[in-house]
């Protein structure tokens, strides 16, 4: 099975603090995205990775950072936690060939910035 | 920039009766990919199904079925017989396929499909 694993489901942080979500996936996929899940707003793109040490700024990168140093790890940081970056946040890979063109998710992190 | 955009927020159906979201896109691009994915409760998303652009077919699976029309940048789903566990959040979904930066998986702001007993 296909597995997409998030470090943590459910994360609180006070403003200010450097925060790290980590995505590990085991498919070795070529892409791994981030987004954030907001209330009528969709999953909006964060940043994604093509490959190891590559990476393409998304929709809304302000205020992020992300770190790809193995193929199989992608980590979103936040540089300094605000609390409009409260949000559901997903992580997802997808293969590079036409054969593996379904993308998979981790469950998601919850984070609440206090 | 690509874009998807879906225009209903919400959908409500009876049981066993079809329903069909829709979605729109746009992209200078001749070769890519279209989804729809589904987010129950639970929060894990389920792809529901795939249309490649350069074939012509529509897709299908069991009772869900797409209509693409690349022209119109139009790409709907229709949902036959719905059923209760069919409840959920749907994901129109577009991504690009020349390799890189194109790879990029873009999501619209999805609907919300309610069903009726």
């Known amino acids: 099975d296909v597995k997409v694993t998030q470090s943590s489901r459910y994360l609180v942080k006070r403003t200010g603090e450097k925060v790290f979500l980590e995505c590990v996936q085991d498919?070795?996929?070529?892409?791994m995205f981030w987004y954030r899940q907001d209330p009528g707003l969709g999953l909006r793109l964060i940043y994604f990775?093509?490959?190891?040490?590559?990476?393409e700024k998304g929709d809304i990168p302000e205020g992020y950072s992300v770190s790809r140093e193995k193929k199989e790890r992608f980590s979103l940081i936040l540089e300094s936690a605000s609390t409009n970056q409260t949000s559901m946040y997903l992580c997802?890979?997808?293969?590079?060939?036409?054969?593996?063109?379904?993308?998979?998710f981790g469950q998601g992190t919850r984070l609440t910035v206090v | 920039a690509q874009t998807v955009t879906q225009s209903q927020p919400e959908m409500s159906v009876q049981e066993a009766e079809t329903v069909t979201l829709s979605c729109t896109y746009d992209?200078?691009?001749?070769?890519?990919?279209l989804f729809w994915y589904k987010q129950p409760p639970s929060r894990q998303m389920i792809l529901v199904i795939r249309?490649?652009?350069?074939?012509?077919q529509n897709a299908t699976e069991n009772r869900f079925s797409v209509n693409f029309q690349k022209a119109a940048k139009s790409f709907s789903l229709k949902i036959s017989d719905s059923q209760l566990g069919d409840a959920a959040m749907y994901f129109c979904a577009y991504r690009g396929w020349w390799g890189g930066a194109t790879n990029k998986l873009i999501f619209g702001t999805g609907t919300l499909l309610a069903v009726q007993p």
């Open positions: 992209t200078s691009e001749s070769d890519y990919y």
């Open positions: 498919m070795d996929h070529e892409n």
């Open positions: 997802a890979s997808v293969g590079a060939d036409r054969m593996n063109t379904e993308a998979f």
């Open positions: 249309q490649e652009a350069y074939k012509q």
């Open positions: 990775s093509y490959d190891v040490k590559m990476k």
